[in-house]
């Protein structure tokens, strides 16, 4: 049983997924609930729960105000949001888990099915990046990213990343200066994380940073030049919108 918190200034919503995890999931003990930051911060130093439902925005604070007055946070932590689904992006880039208002059931069931793979939040470093992104949403760019790590993760800013090359379930991250990172995500889910942030797909193997691209050349079917001086093959496949990006800037 995972020992479980709901904290939302919401009743309804807190009593619509108190009556979900209970009918649709029997992994679940329900140790309380609270309605603000301060109710919140009591009932989690009391509990000590295993898993923390938070609501982002409460009559007396944010949820991200609640997590700087506790003590020691040492649970896993799922966001109950009403952002929309484009800020909800800013929620993939800082790695944390959330449900979304109104309440479905089955997108419900499914971020507690993910517990097992959510990794304890033992400091602040992913909050601060999750803060940030969420006030770069509005402008449509989120300024970093986490990078799932052995130990954790690493929080590095989307603007140092040269490009990115898969290998198989992994992905190889170059940096401008900083060593390169291997992460066990697939590029397909970079491609998605960061296409709407400047970065193209050119190959099957190469996602990059369109801002690092300074030339390219015809032969061999088809080559970009980085600024780190590397050479990358294109596919024909995206040939076309690379060519119409780097000449028309079209997205």
């Not at 889910?189 to 190469?206: K, M, N, T």
């Amino acid at each position: 049983m995972i020992k479980t918190v709901i904290i939302d200034d919401d009743y309804v919503s807190r009593e619509v997924l108190r009556d979900m995890l209970e009918k649709f999931l029997d992994t679940i003990e329900i140790l309380g609930e609270a309605g603000s930051v301060a109710e919140g911060v009591r009932l989690i130093e009391d509990t000590d729960p295993e898993l923390v439902l938070l609501d982002i925005s409460m009559p007396d604070g944010t949820g991200f105000e609640l997590l700087d007055k506790l003590k020691k946070i040492n649970f896993k932590l799922i966001f109950i949001t009403a952002y929309s689904e484009y800020a909800v992006k800013a929620f993939k880039y800082s790695a944390f888990d959330y449900i979304v208002k109104p309440l479905i059931v089955e997108e419900l069931i499914m971020a507690i099915q993910r517990i097992p793979n959510i990794q304890r939040v033992e400091d602040n470093m992913r909050v601060k990046a999750l803060k940030e992104n969420l006030l770069a949403a509005d402008e449509g760019a989120s300024k970093t990213v986490a990078l799932p790590e052995i130990n954790g993760f690493a929080i590095v800013n989307i603007e140092d990343i040269v490009r990115c090359e898969g290998k198989r379930n992994y992905t190889r991250i170059i940096f401008k200066e900083a060593p390169e990172k291997v992460v066990s995500r697939t590029l397909l889910e970079f491609e998605h994380l960061l296409s709407p942030l400047g970065f193209l797909r050119i190959h099957r193997s190469h996602l990059v940073n369109i801002l690092n691209v300074v030339r390219y050349i015809k032969s061999d079917g088809g080559m970009v030049e980085l600024k780190t001086g590397e050479m990358l093959k294109v596919s024909p496949k995206h040939k076309e919108t690379l060519l119409n990006r780097l000449l028309f800037n079209k997205l």
